[in-house]
């Protein structure tokens, strides 16, 4: 079951994050009090655009 997970050591621009939930199409992610968070883990098809956009290794989606 793919796994998305934050790392959010690796977060220089907060607006690579905000793309990065954008574009996820099942709503893993919530953005509340400025914060982004794993709010639905099992609504994750592991399509990886998150991923993609993180350059720096912001969001990484692991194959468990
Ligand atoms: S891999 Fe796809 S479905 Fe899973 S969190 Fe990232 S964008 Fe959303």
Do not use: Q, W
């Amino acid at each position: 079951m793919p796994k998305p997970i934050i790392h959010y050591e690796k977060v220089k621009d907060p607006k690579v994050l905000d793309e990065a939930i954008a574009s996820c199409p099942t709503e893993v992610f919530v953005k509340e009090k400025g914060k982004v968070t794993v709010k639905n883990p099992k609504n994750c098809i592991g399509c990886r655009a998150c991923e993609a956009l993180c350059h720096n290794g912001e969001i990484t989606v692991s194959d468990d």
